[in-house]
């Protein structure tokens, strides 16, 4: 289903007198491709520490300076960020929304895989294929400061140095996942990621520039949530937007066909441009044919788009080659995405 692929944004800027820029809607493609009998899944928390290891939990919040209980608030946006996209998601019906709390190790280290019993017993009260758990998850923050920039600023109509100080407060996530597809009893991801989140401040002085950081529990919530959403991404596919150029040039048909583009008329500016792609004037027709490539990707016909572009850079067009490798590779991602929503 193309209409499932592509949809198309109105939102458009002009770039330069000649060309113009349309923001295109489409789904990437996961980064792995899970069995077509998962659809409906179990997410949870294991990242609670059993009583074997509460001590050593405790001792290591004590140890890094993140406070007890930082992580667990932690993992717990991490789940957040993670269901949130799987909501929104064509590939996977969640069936909680990451209540659900096992026992772990509490620490940045796997336990021990669940038991099938354990994982059988949990999708059958959810009615899930598989279980999505969080089995580790660890958060380490500090500041570091900036090289000071002086500016000429006015003050009162005098001009006057000033010197500006910046603070960053950077955050550091490490989650640990692990997929169990209860249909084939066989763990299906186990990895480990580590995601780096910044956020920056200024102030006349270091001091200042430190209080003007967000408090760190905002800076947790924002960086757990999304490390969730990266891992989401590696397991669904999802809706991302890339910008396109086209030509408007100073031709009254290309103007005329901008004109269809910006009233979201495709079909109409398809028209002006087949009666110019074979015009003897050769700038006018690898615009023209470039634009038909792009008309062509946003209609889903990626083989036609890739022709229309190579038309485009036969007939001397700079950007035809960079968009021809772009189509390649959305043409590959759009397989993938097929083999991922069994279409």
């Not at 989650?175 to 995601?195: P, Q």
């Not at 015009?279 to 990707?297: G, P, Q, T, Y």
Request: aromatic share 8%.
């Amino acid at each position: 289903m193309r209409a499932l692929f592509y949809s198309i944004s109105f939102l458009f800027f002009l770039s330069s007198c000649t060309t113009s820029s349309v923001v295109v809607s489409m789904q990437r493609p996961a980064d792995i491709t899970l069995s077509q009998e998962i659809k409906s899944v179990v997410v949870a928390n294991r990242t609670t520490p059993s009583k074997k290891n509460l001590a050593g939990n405790i001792i290591e919040g004590l140890v890094s300076g993140e406070g007890i209980g930082t992580d667990k608030r932690g993992s717990e946006y991490c789940l957040d960020g993670l269901v949130n996209l799987l909501n929104n998601s064509d590939r996977f019906t969640p069936k909680n929304i990451g209540e659900l709390e096992l026992k772990g190790t509490g620490t940045a280290s796997f336990s021990e895989p669940l038991k099938w019993k354990k994982v059988g017993k949990i999708c059958k009260s959810y009615n899930a294929d598989a279980l999505i758990v969080l089995e580790t998850f660890d958060s380490d923050s500090r500041i570091v400061f900036g090289k000071p920039v002086t500016r000429t600023v006015k003050r009162k109509g005098v001009k006057i140095k000033e010197v500006r100080h910046k603070a960053i407060l950077e955050m550091k996530i490490v989650s640990g996942w692990r997929i169990y597809d209860n249909l084939n009893k066989v763990i299906v991801d186990e990895n480990k990621f580590t995601e780096f989140k910044e956020f920056s401040a200024w102030g006349n002085s270091r001091k200042e520039a430190e209080r003007n950081l967000p408090y760190r529990v905002v800076a947790l919530k924002q960086s757990g949530d999304f490390a969730g959403i990266q891992y989401g991404k590696r397991i669904s596919p999802v809706w991302v937007q890339a910008k396109r150029i086209y030509y408007i040039g100073k031709e009254d048909a290309l103007k005329q066909a901008s004109k269809s583009v910006k009233s979201n008329q495709w079909d109409d500016a398809i028209e002006i441009w087949k009666k110019v792609v074979s015009l003897n004037d050769k700038e006018i027709a690898s615009k023209a044919s470039f634009n038909m490539a792009l008309a062509s990707e946003i209609k889903g016909y990626l083989d036609a788009a890739i022709d229309w572009a190579k038309k485009a850079k036969a007939l001397g067009d700079k950007r035809a080659n960079s968009y021809i490798s772009t189509l390649n590779k959305r043409k590959q991602d759009q397989k993938k995405l097929n083999q991922q929503l069994n279409n």
